[in-house]
């Protein structure tokens, strides 16, 4: 594999299941974060992780929950959603957390919450 | 507050024809300007970045984008569009924190035969 994967790609859940999404990288880079991208809207930055430590939480509801266990992998739990939260969640990684530094998306998944 | 406005939410060009995307930002300083691209069922692919120095940035694919400070503009153009290039294209710059980007809305590209 190589660059940044996510599992899975299309996810349908109820408003009352738990999932969790999954993004792996194989840069070597320290940077990882979730957008939300909705029709319509522009992206939304929703966390970033820094060397596993969390930097920035941008408002996002409690009903997301990140985690970073090591450089490599970012999660993104799910529980008790909402038919607006539907949309494609891109998870990116760069070298560093600096602007300069080139991201990289990994496909995305798509959710749809019933 | 840093902030970019894509004008455009749709174009349609002819296969071989030029094109221009709009892209306006808002900014404290020199601002840090990115082009994006999302093919469908796909991430976001960096085309270009202008960080400073010359003020007409090349990319790839044959992309490029020129930074106009009196305009508030970092327009994307490309000579000739293939068929390829339809997609969805974005324009960033970093947030306040320097932690990350804000994108714009984008805009669609349809290529015409």
């Known amino acids: 594999e190589t660059g940044v994967t996510q599992t899975p790609r299309h996810l349908v859940m109820g408003m009352t299941n738990k999932k969790s999404l999954k993004c792996e990288q194989h840069?070597?880079?320290?940077?990882m974060y979730w957008y939300k991208q909705s029709a319509k809207k522009p992206l939304e930055l929703m966390f970033v992780?820094?060397?596993?430590?969390?930097?920035e939480n941008n408002s996002v509801p409690s009903r997301f929950s990140p985690e970073c266990p090591n450089s490599s992998h970012l999660f993104l739990h799910l529980h008790t959603l909402q038919p607006e939260d539907s949309a494609l969640y891109l998870c990116?990684?760069?070298?560093?957390?600096?602007?300069?530094?080139?991201?990289?998306f990994g496909p995305g998944t798509r959710l749809t919450v019933l | 507050a840093q902030s970019v406005t894509q004008p455009d939410i749709h174009i349609t060009v002819s296969e071989g024809a030029s094109l221009e995307l709009r892209c306006n930002y808002s900014?404290?300083?020199?601002?840090?300007l990115f082009w994006y691209v999302q093919s469908p069922g796909q991430g976001l692919q960096l085309l270009l970045k202008?960080?400073?120095?010359?003020?007409l940035v090349q990319g790839i694919k044959g992309f490029e984008a020129e930074f106009k400070r009196s305009q508030s503009s970092f327009n994307l153009r490309k000579p000739s569009v293939h068929w390829s290039d339809a997609a969805e294209y974005f324009c960033?710059?970093?947030?306040?924190?320097?932690?990350?980007?804000?994108f714009g809305k984008g805009t669609t590209l349809s290529v015409s035969s």
């Open positions: 990116a990684s760069s070298q560093g957390i600096d602007t300069y530094n080139e991201q990289f």
């Open positions: 840069l070597g880079h320290n940077a």
């Open positions: 992780y820094s060397l596993e430590e969390r930097v």
């Open positions: 900014y404290g300083a020199t601002p840090y």
């Open positions: 202008y960080f400073s120095g010359d003020t």
């Open positions: 960033a710059v970093p947030n306040q924190a320097g932690t990350a980007l804000i």
